[in-house]
């Protein structure tokens, strides 16, 4: 079982940073990996995710805030969260699929929280 081991989340006031890494305890490729996140009563909503090639994708509200990188050979993803706001207080939670196995592993969620 691959696991996905978060860190990064805590208490920023808006317009401040925050950067999320998310490791893989695992050699098999994971592919695609990125970041959803959830509100209280909500479904996961998208919030960036990442391909080994480059191939990147992000959620309309987070377009030109939030930036998704990775290490292929560290298997770590990485979200790099700048101009927070209030609205982007959520859980984090790591996704990574898994190819050898076909399955897709989350982490155990990080919180983020904005002060207005």
């Known amino acids: 079982q691959v696991t996905l081991v978060e860190s990064g989340g805590g208490l920023v006031q808006a317009g401040g940073s925050l950067r999320l890494s998310c490791a893989a305890s695992?050699?098999?490729?994971?592919?695609?990996m990125g970041w959803y996140r959830q509100y209280p009563g909500k479904q996961r909503e998208l919030v960036a995710t990442?391909?080994?090639?480059?191939?990147?994708n992000y959620g309309d509200s987070v377009k030109g805030r939030f930036t998704i990188s990775r290490d292929n050979a560290k298997n770590t993803v990485y979200l790099q969260m700048n101009s927070l706001k209030p609205e982007d207080t959520a859980v984090y939670y790591c996704?990574?699929?898994?190819?050898?196995?076909?399955?897709?592993?989350w982490g155990q969620g990080t919180r983020v929280t904005v002060s207005s």
């Open positions: 990442i391909r080994s090639d480059g191939t990147t």
């Open positions: 996704y990574g699929f898994v190819i050898s196995y076909r399955y897709t592993s």
């Open positions: 695992t050699t098999f490729t994971i592919n695609p």
